[in-house]
């Protein structure tokens, strides 16, 4: 029988949507909460560490926390092109900057995320579903369609 885990993230990031016509085109940030679900079959070898489970949800929670809440955590993220980067050489901690060839939505976001997570599982594990929530009434979703 195959059962679907969710791991959830929080993580405190900021943009500007630089081409937009609403107030989004400024500098500001958001508290994203990140839900990641992966399909499986949990493990029933008696006797090892992961018997029972479909994945070990520190596990999970090792591949989202180093692949994305690390980097993007405490971050900003702009397109390549933003106005806002005209005075980017004095900036200190640029570290934390990402400049992107898009721009930063929540849906492109949520397309990157699912992009770098996807190469993660296997061997009866599949990301099946990702979800960004931006706000407290808006969120993107990537689901693969023929699991739900």
Known sequence: MKIRITKDFNFEMGHALDFHDGKCKHLHG???HLSVTILGEPNHRNGETDSGMV???GDLKKIVQSEIIDLYDHSLVLHKESAYLKNA????HKERLHLKDYQPTCENLL???VQILIPHFGEGK????VKLQETTTSYAEWLVVDQF
């Not at 599949?126 to 579903?129: F, G, I």
């Open 89 to 92: 050489d004095h900036w200190p």
């Open 55 to 57: 994945i070990d949800f």
């Open 30 to 32: 958001h508290t994203y």
């Open 111 to 113: 397309n990157e995320f």
């Open 126 to 129: 599949e990301l099946v579903k």
